[in-house]
């Protein structure tokens, strides 16, 4: 039997916990014996960060009165023998929710006013403006306060047409999709626009991260989260109604905020939920679930996915088998299926890439570590040719030799001026990739966008206003790529020369694949495509809504360009470190060889002693060499838990 998706992120979160203990162990051994340059301290340094602040988003998306918040507490919260996620009949979920952990915030349910859509601040700025939102302290170890307090995202507010229209929940050209109007005129709309909820859960502890989604008209009145949180979420679960099947605007959530953005659907799971409407005491169990199977298939086909991705399941009444303990039901709920789904596949995957991310770096990291090994070994080895050179020879010969040595330290010392020079337009050259992924670059295609939509009017060039900021965002990633190939080029041909006349083993660093960002942006401006139709013409035609779709694009892509940039200056200092490391290891090496000339010239058991402090240094350096790999090899080992499983395989 397969691990549930609570097991399996619990062996994510165990393999994390011991990767950060090892790698600690790591940089305070290459610490101790000098290997750690600025280079490796940054892939270090990238590397615990990447794995500590790992996180996993799955997204639960679905339109009103489908079982999502039921389905969230079966899953992930009945531990709590209650509900706590608001889940009575009716629409109970009004803003994005987002459940998670920050050790560094106490427990608390956080809330943003709805009247914030009317500044024009992203929502990524108000997250870090604390104080903007409402918030109500949460008591973990009390089940019945936390669900009192997580009411309040269902909580509403009645307005008049106008401020509905302001703030986004009104739109004259689309009346079918407005609110109702009360008998006094008002409307009823989200008191809130977004909630965060810190709690020490835990699998929130481990990384997981819950996006809980309003329906169909909430997400489209908040272009940033379909934009940004949605494509971001590692795992999309989209539910439906059993008893219902697909209906229109089902397939409008599918079609417009779901698949358009990912083509890639393994990470999209569909929930066919409330399996129990379907329970019937006049028919078999065997005409019932020909019935399910039959809803599954056809539902399949209309989102145009494999029938098993599609899972049956009653979150309701999974969620009382697990509060009653009633194994049978549970079976009967089929929930354990869809944990092991998200469990083994969107879990599994999510951590597959990971650890194929993490395994890379570390052996690009061994790889860094192991050639200053190299660099002393082989200086060593230039030594003692020298010193068993001068076995037998007179006093004149060691003479000579110092004087050689002496000579090679000059003319070292002028190779100072041509790196400098080389490094020069090194330099050059490399600021020019920074300022075309700079965020100035950025902020100026975005403005000249904004110029565009806020022309008045119905924008019937929209598409084509989009589409040439994209051309020029991809043209500008070209010129990066472009610019950075000419400084391999220039780093390849200057390593070759100085490993020529200095006996260097230099090797240009693995120049960075700007054009995976090439394939982000057009992932990004197929996201966009939506809001572009005839559909939202009239909708684009207001300032506000064209203004919120542009702050939601450029959260997005400054994401995208500050990876870019991360990955030049890494490629930038893996250069600059090796050069580094070998200029310093030879000016090292040159007082070593001084040093053994004199004690050779002072006593006639110098040159004996220090062949064998030579021998000795060897044995000691493949020693090293021998630890760097165990230890970088105890890295990319299995949590002690996965370990019983690779042996049976």
Known sequence: MGTSFNEQFDQHGAWRREFALRLKLLSEWLKDHDLLDSAIEERLRRLETQVRSDKVMVAFVAEFSRGKSELINAIFFAGYKRRIMPASAGRTTMCPTELGYDAEVPPCLRLLPIETRLQPQPLMEWRLAPEKWTRVDLDVNDSAQLAKA????????????????????????????????AADGTVEIPRWRHALINIAHPLLKQGLVILDTPGLNAIGAEPELTVNLIPQAHAVVFILAADTGVTKSDLAIWREHLIADSPESDSRLVVLNKIDTMWDSLSTTVQVQAQIE?????????????????????????????????????????????????????????????????????????????RSLNIRRRDLAEQMIELRGLRGKNTSVIRHMRSRIEQEQRDFDVSGAKIHAVRSVHLRLLREVFTLLGTSTLKAEMAELTRELRQPGIKLGVRKAYGATFDRLREGLRKAHKTGGEIQSMLTGTFRQLNAEYGFSLQPPKEPDLARFERDLELVERSHQQ?????????????????????????????IYESALGEVELWNKGAAAQLDAQLRERRRNFVRRMEAIERI????????????????????????????????????APPAAEQPELQRA
């Open 601 to 636: 010239q002072q006593a006639a058991s110098g040159l004996d002693d220090r062949i064998a402090e030579i021998e000795a240094q060897e044995t000691a350096i493949s020693e090293l060499d021998a630890k760097l790999g165990e230890l970088t090899q105890h890295l990319l």
């Open 531 to 559: 809001y572009l139709g005839m559909t939202n013409a009239l909708r684009l035609a207001q300032p506000e809504f064209a203004d919120r779709l542009v702050r939601a694009l450029t959260t997005r892509l400054r994401v």
């Open 150 to 181: 997580f009411e309040k995202v269902a909580e509403v507010r009645h307005v008049s047409k106008d401020e509905a229209r302001a703030l986004g929940f009104w739109h004259d050209d689309t009346p079918e999709d407005n609110p109702m109007v």
């Open 294 to 370: 039959r809803q599954r298939a056809t539902s399949a086909e209309i989102l145009g996915l494999r029938p098993e991705q599609v899972i049956p399941v009653s979150g309701q009444k999974g969620l009382v088998a697990k509060v009653n303990n009633d194994a049978e039901l549970l079976a009967a709920s089929q929930l354990p299926v869809l944990e092991r789904a998200l469990g083994q596949g969107m879990m599994g995957q999510r951590q597959k890439i990971l650890r194929t991310a993490v395994a890379t770096s570390i052996n690009d990291l061994r790889t860094e570590a192991g």
